[in-house]
């Protein structure tokens, strides 16, 4: 015999019609915010469009095959003890420019070499340039170290920028002295699929967040300040903040950020092959944050696939290593260059 279901209690009833509107009234409010911030950052990334370019506040350009190259030049200051000590090129990284060699450079210059910095397509001032072939940005280098007449310069990259820096060695090895890894392993990075991350990057709340990053210094300064290391000083004060000001502001270009949002969806970096680094002939070097651990990739592939070449390990440095210890990253570039010059 089958026995009759309870009828449901009152208590129970006002309880689900009680929920039933709190559910409602919380997917009313989230629609209407959903709305509300939908059209606050259409109607916010309108009034703040970017110019598409802004002159540089320090350096000039050099023609190379139609592309303005930015570049940075600190004439030497100093006397080194060879009569033609080799010059400097310094080549910036990821989201970086010719900013972030500003401490270090007159360091450097200071020991008697001719030091310069480039801004890599897609990151500084450069105008114009392949944002996503590794060979056409050496290709870039290499023509922009001819077209200034520096005589076979060590290139120095940092982070993704070592990759540009042997890709120009091993494709140029007749323009370049000797090459320096400074804090990248030039490996790719596998990011899978980008079909979500290119979508969610054409969403107007990704162009807001990254305008806000981009210009409001209290955000952006405190990651700088995170990958520079223990010992970095750069992002303290008011000194810290006009750098971290002019390090952002190539960022807010309307062609930097319509690139650094476009390649959302790249399932990986600039990068080399294995065998690419490993076929670099001219001679090499390393200089490494001792608290760069991630940032930079791997410290042991770099030295493996460079042939275990002289190195110097920055101590109280994270990845931003040249603005943690300008002065050691000076030193380092300096013994490193002054032996290759033996070589």
């Known amino acids: 015999m089958t026995l009759p279901s309870a009828p449901p209690r009152s208590g129970d009833c006002r309880f689900l019609r009680r929920t039933g509107r709190i559910l409602r009234r919380a997917v009313q409010v989230g629609v209407v915010g959903l709305v509300l911030l939908t059209v606050a950052s259409v109607v916010g990334n309108a009034v703040t469009t970017p110019p598409d370019t802004l002159e540089p506040e320090a350096g000039a350009y050099a023609d190379v ?23 400097v090129v310094l080549l910036p990284g990821f989201a970086e420019s010719t900013v972030a060699f500003r401490a270090t450079a007159p360091l450097i210059a200071a020991q008697g070499r001719d030091v310069y910095a480039f801004d890599l397509p897609g990151f500084g001032y450069t105008r114009g340039g392949d944002t996503e072939d590794v060979r056409l940005q050496a290709d870039l280098v290499a023509g922009s170290i001819r077209a200034l007449g520096i005589p076979r310069p060590v290139v120095v990259g940092h982070s993704l920028g070592a990759a540009v820096a042997g890709g120009t060695a091993l494709w140029h090895p007749e323009d370049v002295g000797g090459v320096i890894f400074a804090d990248g392993d030039a490996q790719d990075l596998n990011f899978g699929d980008g079909t979500w991350r290119a979508r969610i990057a054409r969403l107007p709340y990704t162009t807001s967040a990254y305008r806000i990053f981009t210009r409001f210094t209290w955000l952006n300064r405190a990651a700088l300040a995170g990958s520079c290391g223990s010992a970095c000083t750069a992002f303290d004060g008011d000194d810290g903040a006009r750098l971290a000001q002019q390090w952002m502001r190539p960022l807010i270009q309307g062609d930097v950020e319509h690139s650094l949002l476009g390649s959302a969806g790249r399932s990986g970096i600039l ?11 001219v001679p090499r070097a390393i200089i490494w944050g001792a608290e760069d651990t991630r940032s930079g990739g791997s410290l042991q592939d ?7 070449p002289e190195e110097r390990i920055v101590d109280g440095a994270a990845h931003d290593v040249m603005n943690a210890q300008p002065r050691a990253f000076a030193d380092a570039v300096g013994a490193l260059t002054d032996g290759m010059d033996r070589h």
Request: without cysteine.
């Open 302 to 308: 770099t030295r493996d696939r460079l042939g275990h």
């Open 271 to 281: 990068h080399l092959q294995e065998d690419q680094t490993r076929a670099v002939t």
């Open 65 to 87: 095959s139609g592309v303005a190259v930015h570049y940075e030049h600190w004439a030497a200051t100093g006397k080194h003890t060879s009569a033609d000590p080799a010059p």
